[in-house]
Nanobody, 116 residues
Framework: QVHLVESGGGLVQPGGSLRLSCTTS????????MGWYRQGPGKQRELVAR???????DYAGSVKGRFTIARDIAKNLVYLQMDSLQPEDTAVYYC??????????WGQGTQVTVSS
């Protein structure tokens, strides 16, 4: 059984930082593209950042230079370091594991609120 569990969300002031973590089980972690998505109030879910099985990564333009995705293959973990957070970053953040061919798994999400 596959499990993705996010942690690290919370309330932070504008300009602050948070680090999200996603622990995984039940998948061959190194064979998946791991991604972080978010869904803000009244918005559609959007890609934030992802790291492919070969280590290549990409970011949404709105977070480039502020957010960093990383993974620890030995621990089956993927991280999202978020710096210089802004109110528009407020959203539920979801971890995703994608093997292609329609095989994709989601975590339950973690709330990030940026507010003074």
């Amino acid at each position: 059984q596959v499990h993705l569990v996010e942690s690290g969300g919370g309330l932070v002031q504008p300009g602050g930082s948070l680090r999200l973590s996603c622990t995984t089980s039940g998948i061959i972690f190194s064979k998946y593209t791991m991604g972080w998505y978010r869904q803000g109030p009244g918005k559609q879910r959007e890609l934030v950042a992802r790291i492919a099985s070969d280590g290549a990564f990409d970011y949404a333009g709105s977070v480039k230079g502020r957010f960093t995705i990383a993974r620890d293959i030995a621990k089956n973990l993927v991280y999202l370091q978020m710096d210089s957070l802004q109110p528009e970053d407020t959203a539920v953040y979801y971890c995703n594991a994608n093997a292609g061919g329609g095989i994709t798994y989601w975590g339950q999400g973690t709330q990030v609120t940026v507010s003074s």
